[in-house]
């Protein structure tokens, strides 16, 4: 039976400044640090909040456009406030939501081009008992 979702796996073509990015706009942490014979640091484990990670390595090429990644969401409690961070890091945010769901939503690009979607539930969100635990 699954648990949870532990990380989700991503290249970056400049390790320090995904780092940077994701420690300064989510406040994420870095949890290990994958090094080299050398010592050198190839890739991170970033620590989200309540055991969900990121990890990122090294990849000096950017992958080739295809396959069925699309981006990846995360729940925020104050949408409004993570809007307000972005913007003042000089992001253009607007808050909608979700045609058919519900959700208030945002999406942002990383420095790699990943794209970011951050989301809140309310009433209005279809899913909301589930986050609950309602069903």
Known sequence: MLKRLSHASFGSTDLPRTIAFYLSMLDCTVA?????AAGEVYGVFLDCCNGTFLEFFNQQ?????GGLFRHI???????????????????????????????????????????????????????????????
């Not at 290990?32 to 080299?36: A, S």
């Open 32 to 36: 290990h640090e994958f090094r080299n």
């Open 61 to 65: 090429q950017p992958q080739p456009p």
């Open 73 to 135: 969401c995360f729940e925020v409690d104050d949408l409004e406030a993570m809007a307000a961070r972005f913007r003042a890091a000089g992001h253009n945010i607007d808050i909608k939501r979700g045609r058919t769901d519900g959700i208030l939503q945002f999406f942002v690009h990383d420095p790699d081009g990943t794209l970011l979607e951050f989301q809140q539930h309310d009433a209005e969100s279809v899913l909301l008992p589930y986050v609950r635990g309602d069903r």
